[in-house]
């Protein structure tokens, strides 16, 4: 889970139309419809995926974090002393924290993220527990060029770190313009570590979408009251469904927000009709194998610097170097 490119095909029709009205009611308005998944991080929206992170179903985080502790030496040492690490869409801090703690000479941290309020609270504990280290937050969408401040650029070398397996939420395309926009921000001689999910078992997969609690269902489902309080929406929650499946043949996870009847919403005062069972895609889910990563990063200039694995082969933290 996390964010995806913004499928953009018309143009803002008023400098007073958000980015984010101009892409729902295109998602919306499209067959089939969709939102992109990046919006799914207001407030409370990112306050739920720290919850769907501690669930017992949901393997990616427990798994990236064990990686992390188990080989973060390893990993630290493609880091090297003043470099800048520069975190694409970082929420919490919590596997930063690792590489922080097993990298102590870096000259900044640089935590990326579309939800400016989150990484400003993290960055307030982070200079607390690591008072030596210059940590400059950038409220920005990762998936469009961004500049990084002037103690990053003048940092011997920049380091990305795109944990989380956010690989897997953009379509391949747009993972690799992902990976192309990356390495225009970090330059010359980078290197960008990435946590991806790798190929499993439909019924873990299954099982980590759709958790007993509930909680994945309220994440989703939260986006529909974003769209209602910053958009003038008027969706019923209770007349939509969570639904989240494996799709086996594209190695994907989607999820959608299903009508459980034919109504009609308005949405920045445009009539949006929905069928009985029709459905917003809201986010899919790549996974990947480590040889299938490795060739969509070399498509694009990264060349592959290691990979490892937790215990059970559920989740990949892999390292790329930019080519000259």
């Given at each position: 889970m996390v964010a995806a490119v913004a499928r953009r095909h018309v143009s803002l029709q008023s400098p007073h139309v958000s980015e984010f009205e101009a892409d729902v009611l295109e998602g919306l308005r499209a067959t089939p419809k969709h939102v992109p998944a990046k919006y799914f991080y207001d407030a409370a929206g990112s306050q739920l995926f720290e919850r769907i992170t501690e669930l017992p179903e949901y393997y990616p985080t427990r798994c990236e974090i064990s990686i992390l502790r188990s080989h973060?030496?390893?990993?630290?040492?493609?880091?090297?002393?003043?470099?800048?690490?520069?975190?694409?869409?970082?929420?919490?801090?919590?596997?930063?924290?690792?590489?922080?703690?097993?990298?102590?000479?870096?000259?900044?941290?640089?935590?990326?993220?579309?939800?400016?309020e989150m990484i400003e609270q993290e960055a307030v504990e982070l200079r607390t527990d690591f008072p030596d280290l210059k940590v400059l937050p950038v409220t920005a969408d990762i998936c469009k060029p961004f500049e990084l401040p002037e103690e990053a650029r003048d940092a011997a070398v920049r380091i990305g770190f795109f944990p989380g397996s956010t690989i897997g939420n953009f379509e391949p395309h747009e993972a690799s313009a992902f990976l192309r926009n990356a390495a225009n921000i970090l330059g010359r001689g980078s290197t960008i570590i990435i946590g991806a999910d790798l190929i499993k078992s439909a019924d873990v997969l299954n099982a980590a979408y759709n958790d007993a609690e509930g909680i994945t269902a309220q994440f989703n489902l939260n986006l529909l009251t974003?769209?209602?309080?910053?958009?003038?929406?008027?969706?019923?929650?209770?007349?939509?469904?969570?639904?989240?499946?494996?799709?086996?043949?594209?190695?994907?996870?989607?999820?959608?927000?299903?009508?459980?009847?034919?109504?009609?919403?308005?949405?920045?005062?445009?009539?949006?009709?929905?069928?009985?069972?029709?459905?917003?895609?809201?986010?899919?889910?790549?996974?990947?194998?480590v040889e299938s990563l490795s060739a969509l990063a070399r498509g694009v200039g990264w060349f592959p610097l290691g990979a490892w694995t937790d215990t059970s082969k559920f989740f990949s933290i892999q390292a790329f170097k930019l080519g000259m």
């Amino acid at each position: 889970m996390v964010a995806a490119v913004a499928r953009r095909h018309v143009s803002l029709q008023s400098p007073h139309v958000s980015e984010f009205e101009a892409d729902v009611l295109e998602g919306l308005r499209a067959t089939p419809k969709h939102v992109p998944a990046k919006y799914f991080y207001d407030a409370a929206g990112s306050q739920l995926f720290e919850r769907i992170t501690e669930l017992p179903e949901y393997y990616p985080t427990r798994c990236e974090i064990s990686i992390l502790r188990s080989h973060g030496a390893d990993i630290a040492k493609l880091i090297p002393p003043g470099a800048a690490l520069v975190e694409f869409g970082s929420g919490s801090s919590k596997k930063a924290r690792i590489l922080l703690s097993a990298a102590p000479k870096l000259a900044a941290y640089v935590p990326v993220d579309i939800c400016g309020e989150m990484i400003e609270q993290e960055a307030v504990e982070l200079r607390t527990d690591f008072p030596d280290l210059k940590v400059l937050p950038v409220t920005a969408d990762i998936c469009k060029p961004f500049e990084l401040p002037e103690e990053a650029r003048d940092a011997a070398v920049r380091i990305g770190f795109f944990p989380g397996s956010t690989i897997g939420n953009f379509e391949p395309h747009e993972a690799s313009a992902f990976l192309r926009n990356a390495a225009n921000i970090l330059g010359r001689g980078s290197t960008i570590i990435i946590g991806a999910d790798l190929i499993k078992s439909a019924d873990v997969l299954n099982a980590a979408y759709n958790d007993a609690e509930g909680i994945t269902a309220q994440f989703n489902l939260n986006l529909l009251t974003r769209i209602n309080r910053e958009l003038g929406g008027t969706f019923q929650l209770q007349t939509f469904e969570h639904h989240a499946f494996y799709n086996r043949e594209r190695h994907r996870v989607e999820m959608h927000l299903a009508s459980l009847k034919r109504q009609k919403v308005k949405v920045a005062g445009e009539t949006i009709e929905f069928r009985t069972g029709e459905t917003i895609q809201t986010e899919n889910s790549y996974k990947y194998s480590v040889e299938s990563l490795s060739a969509l990063a070399r498509g694009v200039g990264w060349f592959p610097l290691g990979a490892w694995t937790d215990t059970s082969k559920f989740f990949s933290i892999q390292a790329f170097k930019l080519g000259m």
